[in-house]
Structure formats: structure tokens, C-alpha cells
Antibody, heavy 116, light 112 residues
Framework: EVQVVESGGGLVQPGGSLRLSCVAS????????MSWVRQAPGKGLEWVSI???????YHADSVQGRFTISRDNSKNTLHLQMNSLRVDDTAVYYC??????????WGQGTLVTVSS | DVVMTQSPLSLSVTLGQPASISCSSS???????????LNWFHHRPGQSPRRLIY???IRDSGVPDRFSGSGSGTDFTLKISRVEAEDVGIYYC?????????FGQGTKLEIK
């Protein structure tokens, strides 16, 4: 079965760090573009970051310089290192494969809460 | 960044009636390879988003044929030929042509 499962969310203070993980099964993360998308409470979906099969990575302006997307091919896992977290980073973070391609799979999401 | 603008932002539709959502982009979404990366998602509260349409008009596997996508360049449309109860939720367009990718604001569909 093709699926992705996120983990690593939790409660963190402003200025803190968290590392999200997304483990894929049924396909290889290095063969496609993998994205992080988030939804803040009461808000719409926001695209955050992407790691493409080419090795190219991109981040939304709102997280540029604070978040880093990476990939561990040996573990078929995508990561999102989030530093200098702000209250407005509070959201459910989803991992998704191939948003614009043929095989789009989403995880169940992991909640990140930034609060003092 | 490419701005995606959806209209309407909310929609109240009688069961069995059609619905239409528009999405316009601030730049053309035609990529140099000839593809247009405009996708449509459906999101219900408490669930993960589900893609309905990719590359403007290609329906995802398992998506009912009452859903259709059309458009080109900067103007796109999602149509539901006959709304069913399970169609409630929020619909988003997202462009995948330019970096960063960007979502529309979302259109909330409810049953009248």
C-alpha cells in the first residue's frame, strides 16, 4: 500500500526547534517530489517546502531561512527541520507526494503548537 | 510569488444541482514543457486533503466523473455536475508551475 506517515509534532516554545519526519511506504521518496503543506487553525492550506527527485529544494517565503527540508534515502524518509519557531507556525503539518504528478498521497498530519 | 484567487469563497448548493469554482493566477501557469500544473483539492475538517484533479483536467483515480476541471493560462474552473452530500468541505486550487507553489484561499461548499 502506498502511504506516508508523519511524526515529530508537539508543543514547543517560541524560538524553539522541532524536526518533523515523513516515512513513505510503497514508493521511493527519491523518485518523486515530496512536499510539506500546513494548515493553521481556522486558516487555509499553505504550501511550505518541497524536495524534488532532482535534488532541488524550495521553501515558502514565510519559512525561508528558518525551515530546512531534507531527505534520507536509506530510510525512505522526508524531514522538515524547523528552527526559530514562531506562534504563527502553529499548524497541522502534512506530508504529501507528487502534488502535481500522477501519484499523490497525503499523510494524516502532525500537529505543531508553538506557545509559551 | 504567484497569487491564486478563487471565487466564490463560499457556495451553498442544493443537492443534485451543479456547482462551479473559479481560480485565477497572477501569472500564466503554462510551463516550458507544455504542461500546466494547476491542481484541485477537496478538504474536509479532520481529514487529509484529497486531490481531485491535476494538470487542469486529469481526474485522480476514484474521483467521481461528476467532477471536471478546465481552463488554460491564468483562468481555471472546477465543476461539479450534480452536488452530493459528501461534496461538502473546502476546495482549493494550487499551482505547481512556479516556485514557491501557492494555494488559493479556498472555497467552502455547503448544502442548501
Amino acid at each position: 500500500e502506498v502511504q506516508v506517515v508523519e511524526s515529530g509534532g508537539g508543543l514547543v516554545q517560541p524560538g524553539g526547534s522541532l524536526r518533523l519526519s515523513c516515512v513513505a511506504s510503497g514508493f521511493t521518496v527519491s523518485s518523486t517530489c515530496m512536499s510539506w503543506v500546513r494548515q493553521a487553525p481556522g486558516k487555509g492550506l499553505e504550501w511550505v517546502s518541497i524536495f524534488c527527485s532532482s535534488g532541488d529544494t524550495y521553501h515558502a517565503d514565510s519559512v525561508q531561512g528558518r525551515f530546512t527540508i531534507s531527505r534520507d534515502n536509506s530510510k525512505n524518509t522526508l524531514h522538515l527541520q524547523m528552527n526559530s519557531l514562531r506562534v504563527d507556525d502553529t499548524a497541522v503539518y502534512y506530508c504529501a507526494s507528487d502534488i502535481s504528478g500522477t501519484e499523490n498521497v497525503w499523510g494524516q498530519g502532525t500537529l505543531v503548537t508553538v506557545s509559551s | 510569488d504567484v497569487v491564486m484567487t478563487q471565487s466564490p469563497l463560499s457556495l451553498s448548493v442544493t443537492l443534485g444541482q451543479p456547482a462551479s469554482i473559479s481560480c485565477s493566477s497572477s501569472q500564466s501557469l503554462l510551463y516550458s514543457n507544455g504542461n500546466t500544473y494547476l491542481n484541485w483539492f477537496h478538504h474536509r475538517p479532520g481529514q487529509s486533503p484529497r486531490r481531485l484533479i491535476y494538470k487542469v483536467s486529469i481526474r485522480d483515480s476514484g474521483v467521481p466523473d461528476r467532477f471536471s476541471g478546465s481552463g488554460s493560462g491564468t483562468d481555471f474552473t472546477l465543476k461539479i455536475s450534480r452536488v452530493e452530500a459528501e461534496d461538502v468541505g473546502i476546495y482549493y486550487c494550487i499551482q505547481g508551475t512556479h516556485w514557491p507553489n501557492t494555494f488559493g484561499q479556498g472555497t467552502k461548499l455547503e448544502i442548501k
